[in-house]
């Protein structure tokens, strides 16, 4: 079993086209190259998302509280089936249905490790039922809790450094959702993977 630092990502460009690949190792050494992400946000029937604290031994930005989930999809894989892998590999929970909300493009240094974000990332929504259960993985979770999303948002603006860098503009696409891979705002995702909206955006300085 390879570590999933040797794992393939795709690179991409800024408006989201492939332009090759490499492993996640290389992708997040600084100045870091662009690549293909995603962040899931599980949402419950009262509107509450999922919330994951990363566990230590996380290579970047660890124990700092994060989105659902997140990931890379593979070369060629798409992205629902990505989704879904890392749902049930961080969670054990999944299947679930996901739709695109937008995408958010930012850069951000770990100024413990040293390793870099650059990401093109897909913000995911996928509904929770309440049965549905979850068996976090404690070598990529630390804990998890349930918040309110405009509230989560307040509290990212107090205090930032809790949170992993990418997590306001997570919440933000869903807040404000601005496209999905049909090109209409929160249409459903297919097994095919997704096209990416104009309004990306960097933040963190580059």
Partial sequence: MTSREDHLVELVDDAGQARGDTTVAAAHQP????????????IDPDGQVLLQRRAAVK??????????CCGHPRPGESLTE?????????????????????VYVYYAEDPTSGRVEFEYDHVLRG??????????DPDEVAELRWADPAALEAELDRDPRSY???????VNRLLRPSGASSGAPGSTMTPSGSSADDAAERSGGR
């Fill in 31 to 42: 100045p870091g190259q662009l690549h293909r992400a995603f962040s899931v946000l599980l």
């Fill in 59 to 68: 290579t970047r930005f660890p124990l700092r509280w994060a989105n659902s």
């Fill in 82 to 102: 990505a989704a879904n892998r890392r749902l049930k590999e961080e969670l054990g929970t999944g299947p679930v249905e996901l739709t695109e909300v937008g």
């Fill in 127 to 136: 509904e929770f039922l309440p049965a549905a259960p979850l068996r976090p």
């Fill in 164 to 170: 992993a860098p990418w997590l306001g503009g997570v």
